[in-house]
């Protein structure tokens, strides 16, 4: 595990929706939690996350789903810290397509809807390389 966090600036970024979305009001749970499913073995993770479907309404949850021929395939859940900052939690898609690039594209459709909301930064979590591909991508620095 990493001990480097990052987040995106979002004024440094110039994306647009690229996908079919919808902030999901009333989140199927069977098939939230079947994309989950399918994401874990695609990834082959030793350890998973749990998910708890009381969050996915809660007030200060986003919970974004993504569409591929009017079917959920994919969504992401963040957490609202205040009306400025939010935190990608947690992004997960069947991949029974991977041509699609949801992962490619949501986080750059995430940056233009969270720009265009009034949010000035995405807190993405520990840094991989393939996150700083993003732009306005920033590694938080050390206490001072």
Known sequence: ???????????KTNYNVTIEYKVLQHPD??????????YCLYKQFESVYPLFPSEWDKPHVDLIGY?????LVA??????????????????WDYKNPALKIGYKSLRT????YKAWGYDYIYIGE???YKSEIQGYEILGPMT
């Open 1 to 11: 595990m990493s001990d480097i966090y990052a987040r995106i600036d979002l004024s």
């Open 67 to 71: 569409f591929h021929n009017h079917q």
């Open 127 to 129: 840094h991989y390389e």
């Open 110 to 113: 995430e940056c233009a809807l």
């Open 29 to 38: 749970v069977e098939r939230i939690s079947s994309i989950y499913r399918d």
């Open 75 to 92: 969504y992401s859940m963040f957490h609202k810290y205040d009306n400025k900052n939010v935190h990608a939690d947690q992004f997960a």
